[in-house]
Structure formats: C-alpha cells, structure tokens
C-alpha cells in the first residue's frame, strides 16, 4: 500500500467517526421518539370511522391531477408531432376522462346528500 491509500483510509476513518459523534442525539423525548401520526395518538385503535366522499373526492382528484401531468408532454410535443395524430390522441385521452367523469356523477360519487 502506498502512503496515499494509508493516508486516504485515516481520512475516511477520521470523518465517518466525527460523522458518527455529531449525528448522535443528546437527549430523548417520546414525541421525537415515536412516529408522527397526523395529531392522532398512535396507542388507540386504527379502526376510526372514515367517510367514504372523502376518500372518492381524492380519488377523483388523484386521477384528474396525474391527467395534466400526461397532457402537458402533449403541449410542449405539439412542435415535433404530426398534428392531426397528436390532436385525435388528446381528443380520445379527454373523451376518456370525460366519460370516467360522467360515470363518476351518474352513479352518485360526487353527491353528498346520500
């Protein structure tokens, strides 16, 4: 080994230890300690009641959100694309999302007075 690689490795020995003696924590807490749970306390039940709009309105949301991220590579391609093939793919990508939309409110999923 060369003084280089000897020197390199005591380098690396030094930093990981200092590394090491930094990172550790002085004091402990059961707030720090534990997981962060939203405000709820983890020892109770996981079962809490949860309403089911809610949960159907961040699915609708989730769905229409990942939509922009496909229709923006559309935009920024409409100068390297056939025009007339990239116009009839937005169309049926939006009639699609229309459609999934439409079924959506005739089976009562965005209606709250049920």
């Known amino acids: 080994m060369t003084i280089m690689t000897v020197l390199f490795i005591m380098i690396l020995i030094i930093m990981m230890m200092l590394a090491i003696f930094i990172s550790k924590k002085s004091f402990s807490d059961r707030e720090k300690n534990s997981p962060f749970e939203c405000g709820f306390d983890p020892k109770n039940s996981a079962r809490l009641p949860f309403s089911i709009h809610f949960f159907l309105i961040a699915l609708i949301f989730l769905i229409f959100d990942v939509e922009i991220t496909l229709i923006l ?27 999934g939309l439409y079924h959506e409110w005739n089976q009562g999923a965005l209606n709250w007075s049920f």
């Open 73 to 99: 590579p559309f935009i920024y391609s409409i100068k390297m694309s056939n025009l007339t093939l990239m116009t009839m793919n937005l169309v049926l990508f939006m009639m699609i999302l229309i459609l």
